[in-house]
């Protein structure tokens, strides 16, 4: 056996002291759950992950903080917030980190970063709060539907009925250009639901576009449909690189997640399924796709928020996109999927901190798209890296399986608005403008798919 390092023993030693001081007991590792498990989850709960909880989640007094990450003692206490406190990590890049507080463990939290002398910096102040004034009533959208014949507004956030609702209202409204198909269905029996636009041009490149992957990502879903819409809605006065793509819109990636998180927990992230129950239920879908599965930036326990699944493309949400896709006749050239938040457009690779051979063009295209962005209407300043070293590792994406299996030169992973000041629960009037950017977005993308 290896003696344990003098610096690891002295830095063990001091949080321990320093979770005392809080009132915190400093468990064993084999005692702690997962980062992002509940911490009072029963070990066999009675309830399956179908089923819905008794009472919709409360985050009152829950908080997001940003510490610095710029060196180890700060990273240490960011792990530690994770382990001891419930915390969990939001977003993070070089040099600092989004971390979500309960606020049952708000008080012991601030007490440990105190006595380890590590600021940080209050984002949301009140995480319930944020959640309650983010999304307007939609009492709108009778009048809406009244004068458009479908309830979307682009000034609210959704639920998916509103959402298929549109869809088949675009089909049936423009039967030559727009038809809907269902390519699988969810762990709970959703459909998993495709919007293709398309002149019929035999000689038409493809284009998969894809959102809400992550449930709690709901700027993800509205932007898609924004982007569809005003492709639909303005077809005859598109240009033709617009126009000569067949294009392939999924909304929602992750039906029933979205829709537990508009029912009972807003800051579900995870699909249904899984092996576990209750809290610990659901499988990252963005961890399940086949390339580079179970690598970097996934985890094995069930209870995590990067759980990868039992194995590659083990959920059937995921499954269903790579049957369809592979199965296709489309000629695909372009695949972009959108998340929030934190501002970035990203490339293959994302399971380790390196590049594919023609990541010179990726970067090319991506910068010009960033530049385009932020000339757009409230245009914002989108960052542009290859994904593992622009952010972190993380196997089983589904950017690196459509490079990595299917081919697809241009691969993308836009992280919409914003840079943290409301994080996931970014209010509904950011839809139009965050909109309008990621319209800037794919038409950069379709410019470049146009010259191969």
């Not at 992750?254 to 927990?265: I, K, L, R, V």
């Not at 934190?342 to 594919?356: H, S, T």
């Amino acid at each position: 056996m290896n003696p344990i390092p003098v610096s690891r023993t002295v830095a063990a030693f001091v949080v321990s002291l320093v979770l005392l001081q809080c009132g915190s007991t400093h468990k064993l590792p084999a005692e702690t759950a997962s980062a992002n498990a509940a911490p009072d989850a029963p070990e066999q709960p009675s309830v399956r992950a179908s089923d819905a909880p008794a009472q919709p989640v409360k985050y009152d007094g829950a908080q997001l903080w940003r510490i610095a990450y710029d060196d180890q003692p700060k990273k240490n206490a960011v792990a530690e917030l994770q382990d001891r406190f419930d915390a969990s990590m939001w977003n993070y890049n070089a040099t600092s980190v989004d971390i979500f507080v309960r606020g049952q463990q708000l008080k012991k939290a601030e007490c440990f970063l105190r006595a380890a002398n590590i600021p940080y910096e209050v984002v949301i102040e009140d995480m319930q709060r944020a959640i309650d004034t983010e999304n307007p009533s939609l009492e709108e959208t009778e009048l809406w539907e009244n004068r458009n014949g479908h309830r979307m507004t682009w000034t609210a956030y959704h639920r998916l009925a509103d959402i298929y609702d549109w869809m088949d209202y675009l089909a049936q409204t423009y039967p030559d250009l727009c038809s809907t198909k269902a390519i699988g269905k969810s762990v709970q029996g959703r459909e998993l639901k495709v919007l293709r636009i398309s002149n019929g041009n035999p000689s038409n490149r493809a284009i998969w576009m894809d959102g809400g992957i992550h449930a709690r990502e709901w700027i993800s879903p509205a932007t898609v449909t924004y982007i569809a819409n005003e492709l639909v809605e303005d077809w005859d006065n598109q240009p033709d690189h617009l126009r000569n793509v067949d294009w392939y819109v999924l909304p929602v990636h992750n039906p029933d997640g979205y829709e537990h998180s508009h029912q009972y927990d807003r800051l579900w992230r995870k699909n249904r399924g899984g092996l576990q129950y209750g809290p610990c239920a659901g499988v990252d879908l963005n961890r399940n796709y086949g390339y580079k599965w179970g690598g970097q930036g996934t985890s094995k326990q069930p209870c995590s928020e990067i759980f990868a699944g039992s194995g590659p493309f083990s959920e059937p949400e995921s499954k269903a996109v790579s049957e369809f896709m592979q199965s296709s006749a489309a000629d695909w050239k372009g695949f972009l999927t959108f998340h929030s938040y934190g501002q970035y457009i990203l490339y293959p690779w994302g399971y380790d901190r390196v590049v594919p051979p023609d990541h010179a063009d990726l970067k090319r295209v991506g910068d010009a798209a960033a530049e385009q962005m932020l000339q757009a209407s409230g245009g914002s300043r989108y960052t542009v890296g290859p994904s593992g070293s622009t952010l972190y590792p993380a196997a089983g994406g589904s950017d690196d399986w459509a490079r990595g299996a299917l081919n697809i030169k241009y691969a993308y992973t836009v992280e919409l608005r914003d840079t943290g000041r409301y994080g996931f629960v970014l209010p509904a009037n950011q839809i139009k403008p965050t909109g309008d950017e990621a319209v800037a977005f794919v038409d950069i993308i379709a410019q470049e798919v146009a010259k191969l």
